[in-house]
């Protein structure tokens, strides 16, 4: 049986937590981080009937998408269903964890299902997020630059777009004086020293700044490694809010509804009519998205797909654009596949199943 930190860094890899938004929770929310881990469950959200079914199934492992805990709580005695969950699954030693923004801000996360389901080609992330990448520059001797750079990219340096290992190289001089008490790699004491060294420069996304530092000190040879590291103001291709992406052929407004109706598994949509006669290009944000309209217009959307539009907010289509209000569950309700398949492939012979709890709280008549 896996221990639940395993579990966690596993998902962590994939969505780090440092993804997350400001204002959010995500992560371990209850349960101790050394337990083995029997079962798990992976729901949309926690609610009490979840810890149940988890409790009927020997479960004691919740995974959720939305964070039960967001504002610090200074009692607990069940007093609303936020404490009864919290209770429940500390008297039942049932852990819960939760990847809220971080897997909504990731390429192959939230907004990605909503592509895979409607069959969506040339996807991007539809703001991307900047201030993300860091540059690390050091110099090493020429002898040994190689294995610094197999260090780095190990810790996932060079990552940019569909292109791994990538890097800047240039050879010189460096020159340093060892002085008493060092114990130079190369060179004498007490005498100037000349040596072939290559300046290596990587991009890496700052949540990997530990791990790479890590690779660099074990791998590089020198007593004082000569390294900076500068931040970036350039945006991350990769990390971001939501999607945009384009349908295999152009369908009617009608016909795409119907579409978005059958795949998305909505009851209703509520929707603004546009003057294009064709929609193609298609936006979208699971959960609440309508801050990305007016990033959606200006990619040439002609339609975007969110929930938790308000009435005025329509008007801001201004007859441009499509906006597909399909409910804050139904654009995030498929999200737990994305954990199953995550476990599934980490941890081959580990029991996870999709809840069989709708936890959505909106009901339609």
């Given at each position: ?24 929770n ?14 798990a ?44 969950v ?30 895979e ?7 991007s ?45 240039i ?63 350039n ?13 295999s ?16 598994q ?12 064709y ?30 539009f ?43 199943q ?12």
């Amino acid at each position: 049986m896996p221990l639940l930190q395993e579990i966690i860094n596993s998902i962590e890899v994939f969505a780090p937590l440092s993804l997350q938004e400001d204002y959010d929770n995500a992560g371990l929310l209850v349960g101790n981080r050394e337990t083995e881990i029997r079962k798990a469950i992976v729901s949309l959200d926690c609610i009490e009937k979840v810890v149940d079914e988890a409790i009927a199934n020997e479960a004691n492992l919740i995974i959720c998408h939305h964070p039960i805990l967001f504002k610090g709580i200074k009692s607990l005695t069940g007093a609303n269903y936020i404490e009864k969950v919290i209770i429940k699954a500390i008297k039942n030693d049932i852990a819960i964890y939760a990847a809220h923004t971080n897997l909504d801000n990731v390429k192959q996360g939230v907004n990605a299902k909503i592509a895979e389901k409607l069959g969506l080609q040339n996807i991007s992330v539809l703001q991307p997020k900047s201030n993300m990448l860091n540059l690390l520059y050091v110099y090493v001797p020429k002898s040994h630059a190689d294995k610094v750079r197999d260090a780095l990219f190990a810790a996932g340096a060079g990552n940019l777009g569909n292109y791994s290992h990538c890097s800047f190289n240039i050879s010189g001089e460096g020159t340093f004086w060892a002085q008493e008490g060092a114990k130079p790699f190369v060179g004498d004491k007490e005498n100037i020293h000349t040596e072939d060294e290559v300046k290596i420069e990587v991009i890496f996304n700052k949540s990997l700044k530990y791990n790479i530092l890590s690779n660099l000190f074990e791998s590089h040879p020198y007593e004082e490694i000569a390294y900076g590291i500068l931040e970036l103001s350039n945006s991350n291709q990769l990390i971001g809010a939501g999607m945009i992406g384009e349908l295999s052929k152009e369908m009617t407004h009608n016909e795409f509804l119907e579409l978005l109706k059958m795949n998305m598994q909505t009851q209703m949509i509520r929707y603004t009519t546009a003057s294009q006669k064709y929609i193609k290009k298609i936006a979208m944000c699971g959960g609440a998205g309508s801050f990305l309209l007016n990033e959606a217009k200006s990619r040439g959307a002609d339609a975007f797909i969110t929930g938790d539009f308000k009435y005025h907010e329509f008007f801001d289509a201004e007859n441009e654009i499509m906006i597909c209000d399909i409910g804050h569950y139904e654009s995030e309700q498929f999200t737990s596949e994305i954990f199953i398949d995550l476990l599934s492939e980490k941890f081959p012979n580990f029991a996870v199943q999709i809840s069989n709890v709708n936890t959505n709280p909106v009901h339609y008549y």
